[in-house]
């Protein structure tokens, strides 16, 4: 005898609790602390970070925990927390020129004034599984130096000056700037909209993209500039005192790509942009970003339009892990009412189907 | 650590205003879909932040609210959902259809005929009923504006072509108040005719996507089709297994592995109502005396 | 759907262009165009590539604004409108019922993956025919008047040769009896023997139909026999125009007449 299925919220309770044990895991061994996430796995944090559109490292470590380190199940965690926190504005724009600069090279130049830093970078290590990181591991102190006081000029202000390079699209200073947080996106979208989504882009998604024009799919002759990562100062307009307050300092990578020169009828000819910023120390991010900002100006730049890192709509449309992974696992929610719809119509065409494919020769017996 | 405080009913106010202004203008130009600014809510997109979003900006402490998901009140979405209400604005919630003053649902109408002054919020996955014809954003708003819906029944015309039916079971289009073509979310075609002339107030939100359209009361809801295939409902032909009704939309049980089936109402409190007032099916518990099916 | 001819208007033109011109940058696509077309008058725009027909086409069809300059259409309110002041609404309905346009590559014209009668259906939908029945009778007689076998209305154009495609092209335009078809190279990339059937079916359909037309084309042999009247474009501007006879006959223009001698002999 059938009985309707009944007792969804203590399945729902049991799987909460089944969960967290899980997460835990064998209790006797020590549970992951936050700091060591975030020290051990900043760069886990960073992405999260970035991608999360929020700077708190101890709230990022947090969410990966809390994930069981499924990193867009983090992100999620930290945007739907940032959901709910007040908006106090916007700062400044940062002065990455002014970048205490940890880390930075540039590919256009053999040198440059304020020089090629390498800083910390998995770049030249060989990849081969180091046992020595298994268990404890003290590795040597780094070799030390002064810190330079020179300037480390951007390497595309450097081309700009001979004019070599578009200007950075100047911004209107009385334009407020958009927020796609706050308004829905739409097409043609204004490039600080178009920043801010590949901003918070998945990685995967626009490093998959930034290959595609390497490969041909809207190629646009990359060069990468420069990349630079370090802390910059963070500012705020106080209203009350009438300037800018620091706020502190937070740690950016930037990368400005050189692309394929551009002229028209009326101006000389000069290399293109591809910009990118992120969070923490993200150099796959940047340079990803960088790419595809470039390729998604195509039509901008009278730019054929053919490959799919080209067309905004795809490519913004599906930028965003949290959007997508929540609509691709939708697909576990019931769906019975529907499938019986189409069960019903499926039915009824087979019927048909089967009645027609009988009907000839019973009309040839009847003549 | 920044601990978070939360709203009633969990958006803050400003975010609430920001959705209803989105409401009116949905009310006052039915079936367009307007763009609002989706939150980041605490469960995924496609898992009904748009209809929470909506409920979350129209509860009050006063309202009664139901969550239905494919018709029933136990599936697991559906009670997620009521106890994140529960949670963030403590308001009474119910299973009865006729008690509740506001429902959300996704996938299904609710058989028991609704009346004035509840609100009926739908969960939207794509609110574009042209996406699958035509993929760009762009194009399709401006086939709205300019009413150009030719693309719309030219897949009419395949499906019958091709089919010799009208090939859409659910998620079926329909024309409101003669102007604006929509999409009524995946609802089984059997519930487009619920929508017509509603003394209710239906809301549809889609979060994802970022819009929400609206069905004021009692205002004119055609299903498309064409005048020598005329839009027909469709419902499997029995009577439910559990309470004999043959007027309401049936799930179909599977209920061995020999190819046993039964159907039993997709709607859990229609059932259950008209269980308790006595209707019986043939898989019912206690013996019964047949009355009539109302 | 039919419209009735108002013989008032016959004498009016249907289409005036006035000193259109159009520039890329200092590149100077064409300029200085003016005439105007009768109704049921077929005028055909000759040259080889680069000459600016194919841009002045796309000005005449209101799918480029122009630099200088000015096209008017009368519309069946016996009005005559500037094309650039129309709305986009009024602009996109001319376009997919008083106005036809056949492109060069049918895939361009067609929905490819949609069944044939759908294609010559659709229009028929944009403007609110709500009876399959009658759209398939109608679909199905267009496809018969293009000579395109009935049986295969159902068929994705897809699966259609070169030659079909563009015959269903025609249909899918000529399904709201249009006042005036632009056509740019219609024969072109076809078979000659296909070529020729198709011009022999275009030729009898504007005839029949009434149409105003205008023909791109290099072919002169297509505009000898299409067109009434011919325009010679070379280097962006008209350089000879008159009645098609006379201008393929007795050229004056020392392009002209290189052109016309050109045609290798039958």
Redesign the interface.
Same mark, same amino acid.
């Given at each position: 005898m059938y009985v309707a299925v009944k007792g969804g919220e203590r399945a729902i309770e049991n799987a909460h609790r089944l969960l967290a044990h899980e997460r835990r895991g064998d209790r006797e061994v020590p549970e992951v602390s936050l700091d060591q996430i975030s020290e051990q796995l900043s760069l886990g944090v960073d992405r999260v970070m970035t991608e999360g559109s929020l700077y708190d490292r101890e709230l990022a470590s947090l969410a990966i925990k809390q994930a069981r380190g499924d990193m867009i199940e983090a992100i999620f965690l930290v945007r739907a927390f940032r959901a709910t926190l007040p908006r106090f504005g916007a700062t400044e724009p940062v002065d990455t020129g002014a970048m205490q600069v940890r880390r930075r090279i540039s590919s256009t130049f053999k040198d440059i004034p304020g020089g090629q830093i390498l800083g910390p970078t998995f770049d030249y290590t060989h990849r081969l599984l180091d046992p020595q990181l298994a268990a404890g591991f003290s590795p040597e102190t780094p070799s030390m130096g002064e810190a330079s006081s020179a300037a480390t000029p951007r390497v595309t202000d450097i081309l700009g000056r001979d004019g070599l390079i578009e200007p950075s699209p100047g911004a209107d200073a009385e334009a407020p700037v958009g927020d796609l947080t706050r308004e829905p996106l739409s097409f043609p979208a204004d490039r600080d909209l178009r920043l801010q989504n590949l901003a918070r882009a998945d990685e995967g998604f626009l490093l998959a993209l930034g290959y595609s024009s390497q490969r041909g799919y809207g190629r646009n002759h990359p060069f990468a500039g420069e990349i630079r990562f370090g802390e910059v100062e963070v500012e705020f307009m106080a209203e009350d005192v009438g300037f800018a307050v620091p706020l502190g300092s937070i740690a950016m990578t930037e990368c400005q790509m050189v692309n394929q020169f551009k002229g028209s009828a009326t101006e000389a000819p000069c290399f293109t942009r591809g910009y990118g910023l992120a969070f923490g120390q993200s150099e796959r991010k940047t340079m990803s970003m960088a790419m595809v900002d470039r390729t998604l100006r195509a039509r901008e730049l009278g730019e054929e339009v053919n490959a799919p890192a080209q067309d905004e709509e795809f490519v913004m449309s599906h930028s965003d892990n949290v959007q997508a992974t929540g609509f691709v696992e939708h697909l576990k929610l019931p769906h019975y009412v529907d499938f019986q719809s189409e069960l019903g119509l499926l039915r009824k065409l087979r019927k048909e189907f089967a009645e027609a494919a009988q009907a000839p020769p019973m009309q040839e017996a009847a003549e | 650590?920044?601990a978070?405080a939360?709203n009633f009913a969990y958006l !803050?106010e400003q975010t609430k205003r920001m959705i209803r202004r989105a409401i009116l203008k949905a009310i006052a130009i039915p079936g367009y879909q307007v763009? @609002?600014?989706?939150?980041?809510?605490?469960m995924?997109?496609?898992?009904g932040?748009g209809g929470v979003q909506v409920t979350a900006a129209i509860l009050g402490p006063e309202d009664v609210l139901k969550v239905i !998901?494919?018709?029933s009140d136990?599936?697991?979405?559906?009670?997620?959902i009521r106890?994140f209400f529960g949670k963030t604005a403590g308001v009474a919630t119910t299973t009865s259809t006729a008690d509740a003053t506001v429902i959300q649902t996704?996938?299904?109408i609710p058989e028991a005929p609704l009346h004035g002054g509840q609100i009926l919020v739908y969960q939207v996955?794509i609110p574009e009923p042209l996406r699958f014809l035509e993929?760009?954003?762009?194009e399709t708003r401006?086939m709205h504006?300019?009413g150009?819906?030719? *693309?719309m029944?030219?897949k009419l015309?395949?499906d +019958?072509?091709?089919?010799?039916?009208i090939?859409t079971?659910?998620?079926y289009p329909v024309k409101v108040n003669a102007r604006y073509v929509m999409d009524p979310s995946?609802?089984?075609? @059997?519930d487009n005719p619920k929508m017509d002339n509603c003394p209710a107030l239906q809301l549809f939100g889609a979060g994802?996507e970022?819009r929400i359209y609206a069905i004021p009361p009692h205002t004119t809801v055609v299903s498309l089709d @064409?005048? !020598?295939?005329p839009f027909t409902r469709?419902?499997?032909d029995a009577p439910c297994? *559990?309470c004999g009704a043959d007027d309401s939309? *049936?799930?179909? +049980?599977v209920?061995d592995d020999k190819g046993g089936r039964?159907f039993?109402c997709?709607d859990?409190d229609y059932?259950e109502s008209r269980q308790a007032a006595g209707h019986r099916g043939s898989?019912s518990?206690a013996p019964h005396k047949e009355r009539a099916h109302g | 759907m039919v419209e009735s001819k108002n013989p008032a208007q016959d004498d009016q033109p249907l289409l005036v262009a006035e000193n259109l011109a159009k520039n890329y940058g200092r590149l100077t696509a064409c300029r200085d165009v003016s005439f105007a077309l009768y109704p049921s008058e077929v005028l055909a725009v000759v040259g080889e590539s680069g000459s600016g027909k194919s841009t002045l086409l796309q000005l005449l069809s209101a799918q480029l604004a122009p630099s200088a300059g000015r096209v008017s259409y009368r519309m069946r309110d016996g009005v005559l409108r500037d094309l650039a002041a129309l709305g986009e609404a009024e602009r996109r309905f001319l376009f997919r019922t008083d106005w036809g346009f056949v492109h060069q590559d049918p895939a361009q014209g067609l929905r490819m993956a949609v069944s044939a009668g759908a294609n010559v259906g659709e229009r028929l939908m944009a403007v609110g025919w709500n009876h399959y029945g009658r759209i398939r009778d109608t679909a199905s007689s267009w496809l018969e008047r293009v000579e395109i076998d009935v049986d295969r209305i159902d068929d994705a154009p897809r699966t259609y040769s070169g030659g079909m495609r563009q015959r269903l092209q025609i249909a899918r335009n000529l399904v709201t009896e249009p006042r005036l078809v632009f056509m740019d190279e219609p024969t072109g990339g076809l078979d000659v023997s296909v070529q020729a059937r198709l011009l022999d079916l275009m030729r009898n359909l504007v005839s029949e139909l009434g149409l105003a037309a205008i023909v791109v084309t290099h072919d002169l042999a297509v505009a000898r026999l299409l067109s009434h009247r011919v325009m010679v474009m070379k280097g962006g501007r008209v350089i000879e125009t008159g009645l098609t006879d006379q201008v393929l006959d007795d050229p004056r223009e020392p392009y002209t007449q290189l052109l016309v001698s050109s045609i290798l002999p039958a």
């Open positions: - | 650590m920044n978070p939360y !803050d763009p @609002f600014a989706s939150r980041e809510m605490p995924p997109y496609g898992w932040t !998901d494919q018709g136990d599936t697991t979405n559906a009670i997620s106890k996704r996938h299904r996955p993929p760009r954003e762009t401006r504006a300019l150009e819906y030719g *693309l029944h030219v015309y395949e +019958i072509a091709r089919f010799g039916h090939a079971s659910y998620a995946p609802t089984p075609k @059997f994802r970022k @064409f005048e !020598d295939h469709y419902r499997f297994a *559990l939309y *049936l799930d179909e +049980i209920t039964m039993v997709s859990t059932c898989e518990v | -």
